[in-house]
């Protein structure tokens, strides 16, 4: 009847290759298996979600390393554990104000320490004294500090000169 034609049919007829057509009857030449080769593996640091041959290009070196994002060595480009995280390393003080801030510390450890008091350094000196008597000036007591005087106050640190005699 004439109705015959062999073009609608034809195309690649390898099932194995990337455009395999399953509808054609007749093999055209065009099969080509390279779009679609990759690596199939999804472990693989080099994992082709699109590929569906596997070209044997898998590799699980390059993504390997520290996956934990609390570790001092996290490494967030690394996709495959390889189990060297390690804590140690950048764990110390990580408070500016303490005594013993470390800056290459990025893990805080619950180590820091402080001045005993808001007037002392970390080694324990006064921040403020005036007369050099080892007495900050915030703890200062003014009064009489000779014993012999009736208005003697055993508590004063700091002479105010009001020696008074009997």
Do not use: H, W
């Not at 015959?4 to 195309?11: F, I, P, R, T, Y």
């Not at 690649?12 to 399953?22: G, H, I, K, M, W």
């Not at 500090?145 to 009997?166: F, H, I, P, Q, R």
């Amino acid at each position: 009847d004439g109705s015959c034609e062999s073009l609608s049919c034809a195309g690649c007829t390898d099932s194995a290759a990337c455009n395999y057509d399953p509808t054609a009857t007749i093999d055209d030449g065009s099969c080509e298996s390279l779009s679609c080769a990759g690596c199939t593996d999804s472990a693989a640091c080099n994992y082709d979600p699109t590929a569906t041959i596997d070209d044997g290009s898998c590799e699980s070196l390059s993504c390997t390393g520290c996956t934990d994002s609390a570790a001092c060595n996290y490494d967030p480009t690394a996709t495959i554990d390889d189990g060297s995280c390690e804590s140690l390393s950048c764990a110390g003080c990580t408070d500016p104000t303490a005594c013993n801030y470390n800056n290459t510390a990025t893990i805080d450890d619950g180590s820091c320490t402080f001045p005993a008091a808001a007037n002392l350094d970390c080694d324990g000196n006064c921040l403020n004294d005036a007369d050099g008597d080892g007495i900050c000036d915030e703890d200062e007591i003014q009064g009489c500090t000779d014993s012999t005087a009736c208005n003697y106050n055993a508590t004063a640190t700091d002479d105010d000169g009001s020696y008074e005699s009997l």
